[in-house]
């Protein structure tokens, strides 16, 4: 274990076909982990990972447990190097590929559930109903305001739908980068509350769900009793989680962080302060991709980061890293 060094794993959205290919043709012990998917799923997700199609990629039971085989591909070289972090976390989805990699549930489970847990939140909410936008250039704060007056607002339908009023923050991802969530219209109304309150811009974005937010509630009471009847351990290192950033460091309060981001925000601004508040000088992205990569060079601005993804990548990972 290296003390000043945390691994992030990426969430939904850093997909991309072809992910994990170099790594598999490369290393055996990535090899295995795409066999180990294939095995558990019973079907070839490492074929889709690698060939696609794009479409079958991003249906959301698709993509949670193909990033997941992603990360902890990656994850399994860097151990298997001796390459320890000294905390985990992972933003959304990829907290799940933290606790994976912390030893709190095994990856064979965590691919069943991870699988689920994107249907779960695909069938909360009718398609199209829901919406997420990211708000840019704006304090939290702000968006918070925005939210609350939005979902204050006049509702479209007669019967005065309570749903069209649901809208909050979903992602605290970085200064000035805040995602909301929540029914189409009450997104609608509250992107354009933060261009009134001075945000530069709002970017619908393309997702199939709401995702954190309270529409979602009804996904994480389906997910809960799965989650609380995992075999799951102490994790070897702590897993600083979404919900609070706060390290967790028994398998219950793990367990219990897992459940509660399903419809909670993904406070990652605070996470990354917190590691920064540990020690932590060192940055991993672990997975595909390099989005956690940039909001941590916002967050942690004095940090060393670096993305481990193919490898390409491996050769900065042990510059960065001295090994």
Known sequence: MTLSIAFIFPGQGSQKVGMGRALAEAFPVCRQTFDETDAVLGEPLSTLCFEGPDDRLMLTENTQPAILAVSTAAYRLLASRGVEPAFVAGHSLGEYSANVAAGTIAFADALGLVRRRGRYMQEAVPVGTGAMAAILGLEADKVAQACAEAAEGPVNDDDGD?????????????????????????????????????????????????????????????????LRALPARNPRVPIVANVDAEPKRTAQAAIDALIAQVSLPVRWEAVVARLASAGITTYVEVGPGTVLSGLVRKIHREASVVSFGGPDDLAAVEAILHV
Do not use: T, W, Y
Not at 197 to 216: D, E, I, N, Y
């Open 162 to 226: 309570q749903v069209d009023r649901i809208v909050s923050p979903a992602n605290f991802n970085g200064p000035g980068q805040v995602v909301i969530a929540g029914s189409r219209a009450a997104v609608a109304r509250a992107g354009e509350r933060a261009r009134a309150l001075g945000a530069k811009r709002v970017v619908p974005l393309p997702v199939s769900a709401p995702f954190h937010c309270a529409l979602m509630k009804p996904a994480e009471i389906r997910l809960a009793p799965e």
